[in-house]
């Protein structure tokens, strides 16, 4: 992941305590990983996968 270009969700909180940060621009991946910890762990998800969790997030926010 050293290659990754990281950049803020969109989902995370203004006042950098909960930030999540994703890497575009991987085939098929979506990274994910804690900004206060930028050399920590890295999940991993399949497009799909990460496409169906933020879809069930958005569904839990109505």
Same mark, same amino acid.
């Given at each position: 992941?050293?290659?990754? +270009?990281?950049?803020?969700?969109?989902?995370?909180?203004?006042?950098?305590?909960?930030?999540?940060?994703?890497?575009?621009?991987?085939?098929?991946?979506?990274?994910?990983?804690?900004?206060?910890?930028?050399?920590?762990?890295? +999940?991993?998800?399949?497009?799909?996968?990460?496409?169906?969790?933020?879809?069930?997030?958005?569904?839990?926010?109505?």
């Amino acid at each position: 992941m050293t290659s990754a +270009l990281w950049r803020k969700s969109s989902y995370s909180g203004p006042n950098g305590g909960d930030c999540v940060e994703i890497a575009d621009g991987l085939p098929g991946v979506v990274p994910v990983r804690d900004s206060k910890d930028p050399d920590g762990p890295v +999940l991993v998800f399949s497009v799909e996968a990460f496409a169906d969790f933020i879809a069930s997030v958005k569904k839990d926010l109505v």
